[in-house]
């Protein structure tokens, strides 16, 4: 039934006009187009994959610093890891049973110089060559804080006052878009607190708060709600919903690269002691560690940034650019 | 012949003496030992693949800036790029000729809920997953300036004066070692320069005399020498030699982290036409562009100076403190 599902397709008491209006919006050039057009990205050929000019990458150290002054003066440890990790720390993290869809995992050629004959007769032939390829015991970092938990377990009980970390890192995650404000690489900048209960919790509302500040001096309209991960799969919904009713993770929504749809800029994430428990961390008095991490995607913080105070970052407002540029 | 095999492990004419001073030398802590017992380099349980402590990042860093530096007052572009890159265009670019045995390629789930509940148990009966996971469009970065060559070629001829650019990025190359210097990760700052066979020539002249002022600075010994790349297999012996003759490529050696075996910490490359064809890239007047790169490996020149200098960088020599913190 062709017909209905053309008038289905078209809402009710559409005009002619809407529809017009409807159509001009399709027809314009994206974000990304424009993006790409001003070169603040540069097209690889791979959605979601971009190469970034001189004035992006500025842009996000700048928000990148911004979030990490919040360390200052405080009992914080940096620590910086490579944009992959150790295939095992995956493996045991969990994050194949939630998001086996988003992650990546790094394979590599092991044979011999016939293999090698085979593997480029393959791409001569344009054929696949992934026959090849062995996984190796590295896999793309999918959250900048992952590598973390093993490395504090290993020092043995937290000190008195618990422990925070600065982090910071490319992250991948397997979802090829058009929308440039899902890149499959993309970098995070976090801080981790483990400890008991209420240090974790103190962190969190803490974070919070600091946040919300942030987003004022950068004149970035952002509400904070109660948010879920996206847990793969069927049993993904009850996950979904049980992380949502115990309020374990919110989110920073920002309404400017989608006026219609938020996109989550940072998410504030209570753990309870399940890392404490995958990893054996252990507070001073013995007890299973929680945690928390409070982390913000850059690139997405910027996108925000170019799309609402336009690509001259000269013609900023006063309050952002004093923010990045003289904070 | 246990005998002889034994007889032949000791070198002639070693004395008692000669034995126990290598024995003490194999049981001494490595230089890798030293590096995580301080925490500067932070153990993942992979070889080859460390966590870094926010001393080791500065230095890092600042070297990167040092780097850098070159780039003022010059007209150059700078460009990032995350630090995976496109598949076809390793495919395209002849790495997977040269060093299949260094690439590494991300793959990725595509499966369904049942796919998934095989996977999860594979995981819980410690088996192979590997199955489950297939090529993705994507590859890991053997080399900062890869991505670039493409973006320069979709942008059509080079301006009259040839072009410059600034690269840095984190890279992989599969070769897991204990050698703290041989890391699966690390990163590389990068000039690229495209033009004619003179202005490549020229670039990278200028290049080899900055880097030994700049090791200078550093108070690095530091020689340049003659080097080729390690081409992979039987075939690879002919093109290291064609390599060497035509003197394509410089190194610059530091043999402070191994007295007896130097380290190349920077590398200065002649392309000539070879990535021109590829992309088919062509300077002003039509002819085929030429290519140069001259790129140094960040991790091996921190690990000089921590080697050289100690692990507590206020202790430097006044050169290096105020090359790298008052330059």
């Avoid at 045991?92 to 044979?111: H, I």
């Avoid at 992380?243 to 919110?250: A, I, N, P, T, V």
């Amino acid at each position: 039934m062709p017909m209905l599902t053309q008038r289905s397709a078209m809402p009710e008491n559409e005009t002619q006009a809407d529809l017009e209006d409807r159509l001009t919006e399709l027809s314009e050039p994206s974000y990304l187009d424009a993006l790409l057009d001003h070169g603040l990205l540069i097209s690889t050929g791979v959605d979601g994959l971009y190469g970034r000019s001189a004035v992006f990458e500025d842009v996000v150290e700048r928000i990148s610093a911004l979030i990490g002054a919040w360390g200052v003066g405080r009992d914080v440890e940096l620590l910086r890891f490579p944009p992959a990790m150790s295939r095992a720390l995956l493996e045991k993290s969990g994050y194949l049973r939630d998001f086996p869809d988003l992650a990546g995992t790094v394979f590599t050629f092991c044979g011999d110089d016939s293999d090698h004959r085979r593997l480029l007769s393959c791409l001569d032939r344009a054929e696949d060559w992934s026959d090849s390829q062995r996984m190796s015991r590295i896999v793309m970092t999918p959250v900048a804080c992952y590598p973390v938990y093993p490395v504090i377990a290993a020092r043995g009980p937290l000190p008195e006052g618990g422990k925070t970390l600065d982090i910071f890192s490319y992250c991948f995650r397997h979802e090829p878009s058009l929308d440039p404000e899902r890149m499959q690489l993309f970098r995070q900048r976090e801080f981790v607190r483990l400890g008991t209960p209420e240090q974790v919790d103190l962190f969190r509302n803490e974070w919070i708060s600091h946040a919300e500040h942030m987003m004022r001096a950068l004149a970035l309209p952002a509400v904070i709600a109660v948010a879920n991960d996206p847990f793969f799969g069927r049993g993904g919904r009850f996950m979904m919903d049980s992380q949502r009713s115990q309020q374990l993770k919110f989110e920073l929504l920002i309404s400017v690269i989608n006026p219609d749809k938020p996109t989550a800029c940072g998410s504030f994430n209570n753990h309870t002691d399940r890392f404490g428990k995958i990893w054996q961390i252990r507070t001073d008095t013995g007890a299973m560690a929680h945690s928390g991490c409070c982390g913000f995607g850059l690139e997405r913080i910027a996108l925000s940034l170019f799309k609402l105070h336009g690509f001259d970052v000269h013609a900023w407002p006063p309050g952002p650019r004093a923010a990045l540029w003289h904070g």
